[in-house]
Structures are given as C-alpha cells and as structure tokens.
C-alpha cells in the first residue's frame, strides 16, 4: 500500500491564480480530510468527507472548495490564490471519523503564493 | 473554536535526558492524541488516550489522559537523537474534530 499519497511536494504560484491540490489514498477509507499547518501552529482543518459525495467545512474554509467523487480522492482547489494561503497543507485518512481509528497524514504539500 | 496551549514552544536537552511536556484546553475532550512530524514529513500518531485519568506507554513515551478531560502531557525518557522533531498534541470532542496544538520542537544534543 502506498498510504497517502499527495501531489505536487512543492508549487509557486501568484496572487490570483487557481490550483488543485492532489490527495489520494489505496487504504479504502471513509474519512478524509485536509489540514493547513502555519509555523508556529498546529495543524488546522480546512474540509473533510465522511465518504464518497459528502464534504464538509472545517475550522478554515475560506478560499478553497473540496469534492469527493471517489473514496479514493479528495483534490483541494484554490479557486483565486493569495498570500494569506501560503502554508504547507496536509491530507490525511482514516477508516472512519472516530478517534478509535488512527489518521494516516500524507507528506504534505509546501505553497508558496507570491 | 477550542484552543489547546502546548508546552514547552521548544526544548533543548541532552541526549539521555527525560522530556515533558503538556497541553491544556479551554475546553472538555473525549480522546487525546500525541503526534510526532519529522522534518518534511506529515504528523505520526505515538500515543492515544481514550479515558480519563489513563496512563499509556509506548517504549519510551508515556502519556496520561488529564482527570478533568482538559490537559495531557506526554514523557519520553532516556532520550535518543531520533527523538528530534516536532510534538503535537491533539484533541477530538463531541464535534469529532481534531484540534492540534501548536507543537513542540524538541532538539537533542548528544
């Protein structure tokens, strides 16, 4: 099993432009979600899906939409990047939404918004 | 939302030397989790905690679940190199979201 996977590792963009973040998973699990994490902070969530055709907003949802068509994939877009977004963001899983189950966290992705 | 203070920001300590450190919420959690991230890599979960007033052990890391829900604290002893990185507490309440606390970046000298 390759886990989570995330693509790209890295991406520049500039103010304004759009983008899709890559998040897939071969561990068949329900819950996926996506987290932003800032120097100095934790981690914070930004949407997760409790399964296939169901998302829902986190703690930080402004400026990016998620979609789960497939229980394999949960793709983060910036619809108009800024500033404010860069962060490194991460994707995780886990069989279910409950803390009896562990969530498994991709590499991460690091962006940089000019 | 629910705020977790984590502490120490950061430490510096001798290779050997045992390690603590804590978190405290506003609020009442159900399970708190200890996540570790090594540079450039996504959190790993250490330790979990389900019940209050619980203690649990993962070779050399020890972690216990605050009586009144809202504080855990975590200890690794004899530590080793392998020990740098971050540490993250988090919790997870009735809303079933975690929420992390700010980390703490543990560097062991030899």
């Known amino acids: 099993n390759a886990g989570v996977t995330q693509t790209p590792k890295f991406q520049v963009l500039k103010t304004g432009q759009s983008m899709t973040l890559q998040c897939a998973q071969d561990m068949n699990h329900e819950y996926m979600s996506w987290y932003r994490q800032d120097p100095g902070m934790g981690l914070r969530l930004i949407h997760y899906s409790v399964g296939a055709g169901i998302t829902d907003q986190g703690e930080v949802p402004n400026g990016y939409n998620v979609s789960r068509s497939t229980t394999e994939d949960f793709p983060l877009r910036l619809l108009s990047a800024a500033p404010s977004q860069t962060s490194v963001y991460f994707c995780a899983s886990s069989y279910s939404a409950s803390s009896y189950n562990e969530q498994f966290f991709g590499p991460g992705t690091r962006l940089t918004v000019l | 939302g629910q705020q977790l203070n984590q502490s120490p920001q950061s430490m510096f300590i001798q290779e050997g030397e045992d390690v603590s450190m804590n978190c405290t919420s506003s609020s009442i959690f159900n399970t708190w989790l200890w996540y570790k991230q090594d540079p450039g890599e996504g959190p790993v979960l250490l330790i979990a905690?389900?019940?209050?007033?619980e203690l649990t052990s993962n070779g050399r890391l020890t972690a216990q679940f605050g009586i009144t829900r809202k504080d855990s604290f975590l200890n690794i002893s004899a530590s080793i190199p392998s020990d740098v990185g971050i540490y993250f507490c988090a919790g997870q309440g009735s809303a079933r979201q975690l929420t992390f606390g700010s980390g703490t970046q543990l560097t062991v000298l030899p």
């Open positions: 905690l389900y019940k209050a007033g």
